[in-house]
């Protein structure tokens, strides 16, 4: 079955502009998480949505950062006045929700690598 | 906060096993993870320890210590394929209702040499 997608894989943008990534989750997966990996890093955890919860935003670093998700399908991180430090590969992954036996087990997108020159 | 460590590299020989091992600091804690990330791919799910002990899945083990903040990954019968980058990550007890937000080591890349 299909797995999750992200869009675009690359993106290239100069500093100041706006970007915005995509993330459509597996179907069924009302869990979505957004992860940022840095060059050498381990990934850091931005946002988690759930259902129609509201969402966890407490690992967003500034607010040039906010995530939006319609009902438990398609996510978008948008990431406004972009810096050079914003440049990283930027994961999603979903999961089924809580309650589910196996809702520890997180299904990651192949990500979007955004350069800001 | 979290602080979890893990060796940068190591290499072992093909047929053979090897041990990644992973320590943790945390101000809470409710469940480590392992993850496999090959070069420019997604991470994909490994294990999950929540309790003591060792679980077993395959040629892939994972062992967890919580008195002692460590666990570790044993792969047997190492094979060309297994090389690649391996998370460890760790579930705050404070994540939110549901979530599994983790909270990553850096990796240690493992090469498989013939």
């Known amino acids: 079955g299909a797995g999750v997608s992200q869009s675009p894989s690359n993106k290239v943008t100069e500093k100041g502009k706006d970007v915005e990534l995509r993330c459509d989750p597996i179907?069924?997966?009302?869990?979505l998480y957004w992860y940022r990996q840095r060059l050498g890093q381990g990934l850091e955890f931005l946002i988690y949505?759930?259902?129609?919860?509201?969402?966890?935003k407490s690992g967003l670093p500034s607010d040039r950062f906010s995530a939006e998700r319609t009902g438990e399908s398609v996510s978008t991180l948008t990431i406004q006045r972009t810096q050079q430090e914003d440049s990283a590969v930027y994961l999603c992954?979903?999961?089924?929700?809580?309650?589910?036996?196996?809702?520890?087990?997180?299904?990651f997108g192949p990500g979007t690598r955004l350069t800001v020159t | 906060g979290q602080n979890i460590d893990q060796p940068t590299e190591m290499t072992a020989t093909e047929g053979a096993i090897v041990q990644i091992n992973c320590t943790y600091q945390?101000?809470?804690?409710?469940?480590l993870f392992w993850y496999q990330q090959h070069a420019g791919e997604a991470p994909t799910f490994l294990s999950y320890?929540?309790?003591?002990g060792l679980e077993e899945k395959g040629r892939f083990s994972s062992f967890l210590s919580r008195s002692k903040g460590y666990s570790y990954l044993l792969l047997k019968e190492l094979q060309m394929k297994d090389s690649a980058s391996y998370l460890c990550?760790?579930?705050?007890?404070?994540?939110?209702?549901?979530?599994?937000?983790?909270?990553f080591g850096k990796g240690t890349k493992l090469s498989v040499i013939p």
């Open positions: 990550a760790v579930r705050d007890a404070y994540s939110g209702a549901g979530s599994y937000q983790l909270t």
């Open positions: 945390t101000s809470g804690f409710n469940g």
């Open positions: 992954a979903s999961s089924l929700g809580p309650g589910q036996v196996t809702s520890y087990e997180q299904y």
């Open positions: 179907s069924g997966h009302t869990a």
């Open positions: 949505f759930q259902g129609n919860s509201a969402p966890d």
């Open positions: 320890n929540v309790l003591d």
